[in-house]
């Protein structure tokens, strides 16, 4: 993997206690939490990794843990394993390091014997669905209202967590499918009106179309941030769209250029 960027860095899994309190403060960091409050405190990525878990760290050729992503296994004899978290440190972003990453809990997976590794996303911020649709190949098998509980931390505060379900098949090639033939002329269920207010065109799910699309703001965090209550009514409104599509046979299989997943039914 070394013509990937950031190819100096070495990637392991994270054995000692010195590395697990590290790892925890990164993720605080990300999430924007005090260390005490970490999304996987170091105590817990003891116990994940002694029960078989997937805690691997990304170093930088100085000896700075700059990633993180943890793994937990399925229940016994499952071939899945279910990817929890990521997360990257500030000043790193940008440089591969999240790809490689996934790829190197990918190849943990597959000497351990896995045929899946699953995980959820949110589907608003776009960034993320280009990176586990177009770039890792993932297939996105649901949508889920309310995945969490309410979250408090400063990336998740105050929006309701609805997140898609990805499925990664580790016997197929890393990276996107093709889009279907007319995906860029697909009639669009979710787009954005005057003043950036979310459209939902529901009549189109129920017509002969097997190609839609849903629009998604290129920006979400930083439109919420802005303007929360426009970013609930984006929420809102993409829920409903989300789960018409899922009720009505469709799936989403990517992003196109102009950040519309681009949804398919099977006939």
């Given at each position: ?46 116990a ?48 591969g ?5 996934k ?42 209202p ?61 017509g ?60």
């Amino acid at each position: 993997m070394n013509e990937e960027p950031g190819a100096g860095l070495r990637f392991a899994e994270v054995r000692t206690h010195a590395e697990r309190v590290d790892a925890a403060a990164l993720l605080a960091a990300v999430w924007g939490v005090p260390p005490a409050e970490s999304p996987v405190p170091s105590d817990l990525m003891a116990a994940l990794s002694h029960a078989g878990g997937c805690v691997l760290g990304a170093w930088t050729a100085e000896g700075t843990l700059v990633g993180v992503t943890v793994g937990l296994s399925g229940a016994p004899h499952s071939d899945r394993i279910y990817s929890y978290i990521a997360g990257v440190a500030k000043g790193f972003a940008g440089a591969g390091i999240g790809r490689r990453l996934k790829l190197a809990q990918r190849e943990w997976a597959l000497q351990r014997g896995a045929s899946y590794v699953i995980w959820t996303y949110d589907p608003l911020i776009r960034r993320n669905g280009h990176f586990n649709l177009n770039r890792l190949g993932g297939r996105v098998t649901g949508f889920v209202p309310d995945y969490y509980p309410p979250m408090t931390d400063a990336v998740n505060a105050g929006d309701l967590p609805d997140r898609f379900v990805v499925e990664w098949t580790l016997a197929e090639p890393v990276g996107g499918r093709p889009l279907p033939d007319g995906a860029d002329t697909a009639r669009v269920v979710l787009s954005p009106a005057a003043g950036g207010e979310p459209t939902v065109a529901l009549d189109a799910i129920g017509g002969p179309d097997a190609v839609l699309r849903v629009w998604v703001p290129a920006d979400i965090e930083g439109l919420r941030a802005g303007d929360a209550e426009l970013g609930r009514r984006w929420r809102l409104a993409s829920r409903e769209a989300f789960l018409a599509l899922f009720a009505a046979g469709f799936e989403a299989v990517g992003l196109d250029s102009d950040g519309h997943y681009v949804f398919v039914r099977e006939v």
